[in-house]
């Protein structure tokens, strides 16, 4: 299998021992055939501005393709943080002829941070969750060049009241919609297993989500294991492999040069 979420130390979040070539190594360990470095860039990033150096991390990763070359297939990424308002930032980034895939995602809503909780503070989960949904919905409606949407539902991770506070079928119609703006876009939607290692009842997104995805017409699913550090490449690909069974889907894809490559999963 292949794993299209991963970073390095390219990225701040990430640990000391995760370098390029230690992330390779157990990658290949772990018995994977490929993988792509998706390292952090986030543009107007509450208190910091994460961007790459993009040229080292370039030749690094050209280094490193052809000291692989045989053993593990390594491509070139980045997870693109997406605002509404960063629409000209963002091409600088994306278009870049060099890049394989393309991971967009939400970390900031509303201009600020979900991880430390600050968007949540003075609002019910409830309204967090719809105010989430309405900024994932203007980012994709005023930016779409990327390969696949990075864990639609990540804001689970970070309620005050824990994940139960977010009920499939209150938000079903807003999830709908977005999903059918990725359709019609030909974009991907991402299987991100770290749901489950930060502790959450499934992967990122919910199995609803995912067989939504699906009877709405489509056929793009990436894996990524979202993996900080060399030990959780791979997390949970087992689980995904029957689960994407389970729900009869056929392919999974990777990208190259930033064309959808269909593996099948029969």
């Not at 390219?10 to 070539?21: F, L, R, V």
């Not at 509404?84 to 994306?94: D, G, I, R, V, Y």
Request: charged share 25%; hydrophobic share 35%; net charge negative.
């Amino acid at each position: 299998m292949y794993d299209l979420h991963l970073h390095s130390t390219y990225s701040t979040d990430s640990y000391p021992w995760a370098t390029m070539k230690n992330m390779c190594n157990a990658a290949i360990l772990k018995g994977l055939k490929g993988i792509c470095f998706t390292d952090h860039i986030d543009v107007d990033y509450p208190d910091c501005t994460e961007v790459l150096d993009f040229e080292k991390y370039s030749r690094e990763l050209d280094e490193l393709i052809c000291e692989f070359d045989k053993r593990l297939e390594v491509y070139k990424g980045m997870e693109l943080g997406l605002q509404p308002h960063l629409f000209e930032e963002n091409m600088a980034f994306s278009s870049n002829p060099g890049m394989d895939f393309i991971l967009g995602s939400i970390h900031v809503v509303g201009k600020k941070e979900l991880y430390r909780g600050d968007f949540l503070q003075g609002k019910t989960d409830a309204a967090g969750i719809l105010a989430y949904f309405d900024d994932l919905k203007k980012c994709i409606s005023s930016f779409n060049d990327f390969d696949s949407l990075g864990h639609i539902d990540v804001i689970r991770r970070y309620l005050s009241n824990g994940e139960t506070a977010f009920q499939y079928n209150l938000y079903k119609d807003f999830i709908a919609e977005i999903l059918r703006d990725l359709i019609k876009n030909g974009k991907g939607l991402e299987i991100n297993t770290s749901g489950k290692r930060y502790g959450l009842s499934s992967f990122h997104p919910l199995t609803e989500i995912l067989s939504l995805y699906k009877d709405l017409g489509g056929e793009i699913i990436t894996i990524g294991s979202d993996a900080h550090r060399p030990e959780d490449i791979g997390y949970g690909f087992d689980e995904v492999w029957d689960l994407l069974k389970s729900l009869n889907y056929k392919y999974y894809c990777i990208f190259k040069k930033r064309k959808a490559a269909f593996i099948s999963i029969e």
